[in-house]
């Protein structure tokens, strides 16, 4: 069915759908590494792009593309590349357009990998970068030099909650010949649009809303412009991260009810953040759809909702952040986020205990802050199960 002009939940179920010989309701799963040619000329014609059709699952196959064309609709893209994992598609973009003497400007508080990759692997090949609070649009104008070719934006961040002015920093980028690019992982395309605002590229890291059930790691770049997603596949055909024809039948079962999980996640998210904003042993909230969140407007102009991830801080600190992680039954205690499951971390204790406590504070995270993603649970079991938790601190 053409669902060009269909509203996001037709999208969401019916993009990228596919007709095939047996009239197959789903896309079925196509396992196959390689395709035979009819005969040697259909195979010359695939090769110069002569004829469309498949040759090789790393450079194309129909469960793949099929997830591809359903995402690239959902963001209001040109074409879009699905890769093994959400770091496969940060890298692809780094990889296909930085290189030797160019430079990169990010959002400091960025999703940890994606910054370190670029600190640690990206600087060995001559590449540049800058990490700054975007949120500030004057920092950005600060670093921007003749040789930067990417700016790369993350909002809301990961654990901060800070938001960046998308529309805003698109305009000053292309002022000054930059591609920008958003990690749009924390919202999915159903809280935000960023190609709708501006931007060039949008990538995902699938594993979290968009597939939303915690049992696939995956990931998606979606490109506006025809050239730019030329180069993102070229180079993702080249590095070879790309995604396997069963995660790919995953994923496109999990996204068709992406609405109705994030409607459901959030409805209770904006409940236990007011909850959690009167609690007697919690110090700070930060949820952008709080009247308390900085950018609480901003957030309302460039986000149709407010989504299901907070953070919050305890009052007692260090100790207090373990006692509710070992006491809470229902929210599991575990990195990633955004499935139908609620999920409690604890920064501080873990994924940025390799950090000192200075370089911590420096990025934000206080020794009692805590991330929260709420699952689609009734809202009162969540509330119930922080409670007990929180009375034991
Ligand atoms: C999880 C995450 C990633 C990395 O994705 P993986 O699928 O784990 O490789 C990138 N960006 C953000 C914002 C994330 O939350």
Same mark, same amino acid.
């Given at each position: 069915m053409e669902t060009k002009n269909s509203g996001f939940n037709t999208k969401l179920v019916h993009a990228g759908d596919y007709e095939d010989c047996l009239g197959s309701a789903v896309m079925p799963i196509y396992q196959t590494s390689t395709f035979k040619f009819r005969n040697s000329k259909h195979g010359a014609d695939l090769f110069a792009g002569k004829e469309p059709g498949y040759i090789y699952t790393r450079i194309g196959n129909p469960t793949i593309n099929s997830l591809e064309d359903k995402l690239a609709e959902l963001e209001n893209g040109y074409r879009g590349i699905a890769v093994a994992s959400g770091m496969a598609a940060v890298t692809t973009v780094y990889m296909a357009l930085l290189g030797q003497g160019l430079h990169v400007i990010t959002t400091d508080a960025m999703y940890g990998p994606s910054r370190g990759v670029l600190e640690r692997d990206f600087s060995r090949f001559g590449v540049e970068a800058d990490f700054v609070?975007? =949120?500030?649009i004057e920092q950005i104008k600060k670093v921007?030099?003749?040789?930067?070719?990417l700016l790369y934006i993350e909002t809301?961040?990961?654990?901060?909650?800070a938001i960046t002015d998308i529309k805003a920093v698109c305009e000053l980028a292309h002022k000054n010949n930059i591609l920008v690019c958003v990690d749009n992982t924390f919202c999915?395309?159903?809280?935000?649009?960023p190609l709708d605002l501006g931007a060039d590229i949008v990538l995902h890291s699938i594993t979290k809303f968009i597939n939303g059930h915690a049992d696939i790691v995956g990931g998606a770049i979606i490109a506006k412009d025809p050239e730019v997603y030329k180069r993102l596949r070229q180079t993702m055909v080249y590095m070879g991260g790309n995604m396997d024809p069963h995660q790919a039948y995953m994923v496109s079962r999990g996204v068709k009810t992406l609405s109705l999980r994030m409607e459901k996640s959030e409805q209770s998210a904006r409940v236990i953040a007011e909850w959690l904003e009167n609690h =007697?042993?919690?110090?700070w909230v930060k949820y952008p759809g709080l009247k308390s969140h900085p950018q609480h407007e901003l957030a309302k102009k460039q986000m149709s909702g407010f989504g299901a991830m907070i953070s919050f801080g305890l009052k007692g600190g260090f100790k207090a952040g373990e006692i509710l992680m070992d006491n809470v039954k229902l929210c599991l205690l575990a990195v990633s986020l955004g499935g139908v499951e609620t999920l409690i971390q604890h920064p501080a204790s873990m994924?940025?205990?390799?950090?000192s406590k200075e370089a911590r504070e420096e990025a934000g995270i206080s020794d009692g802050l805590v991330r929260f993603s709420v699952g689609i649970e009734d809202c009162d079991d969540i509330i119930t199960d922080l409670e007990n938790a929180l009375k034991l601190i």
């Open positions: 609070d975007t =949120s500030d921007i030099k003749p040789n930067t070719k809301p961040t990961n654990p901060t909650i999915s395309p159903y809280l935000q649009k =007697s042993k919690v110090e994924t940025h205990a390799g950090l």
